[in-house]
């Protein structure tokens, strides 16, 4: 029996080999994989004041129609989220002023999370 630590995809993975001689050998439950340590995400800037718009749904950002300390009608498109391999477009639920834009282009974001904060 010999123990190997193999990595596939960034994944490390120890494992035990046996050498058979041409007989049928009886199934072994697969090697667990190693978690390796993740880094943990940058800090979004914190803004006090204003109401979040957030997302609905976990998806990846694919356009940000608007900039901090831009005018903005209710109704109007601020980001768009693709989840689902779906574009939802994510609007103000009011009149105001963009005080923070806290997502970019290309970004991942789960439900919950503030896309852009109305002053």
């Given amino acids: 029996m010999k123990n190997l630590r193999i990595t596939v ?10 050498e058979v001689d041409g007989t049928s050998a009886p199934a072994t439950p697969a090697a667990k994989p190693v978690a390796a340590p993740k880094a943990a995400p940058a800090p ?3 803004v ?5 718009v957030k997302s609905p749904m976990p998806g990846t950002i694919i356009s940000v129609n608007v900039t901090a300390g831009q005018a903005v009608k209710k109704g109007d498109v601020l980001v768009v989220l693709e989840a689902m391999k779906m574009e939802n477009e994510i609007k103000a639920a009011k009149d105001g002023k963009v005080i923070n834009v806290a997502v970019n282009k290309g970004e991942s974001v789960d439900t919950g999370a503030v896309l852009v904060t109305i002053g």
């Fill in 9 to 18: 995809n960034g994944t490390v993975y120890d494992v035990q080999v046996e």
């Fill in 48 to 52: 006090s004041g204003g109401e979040p």
């Fill in 44 to 46: 979004k800037p914190v």
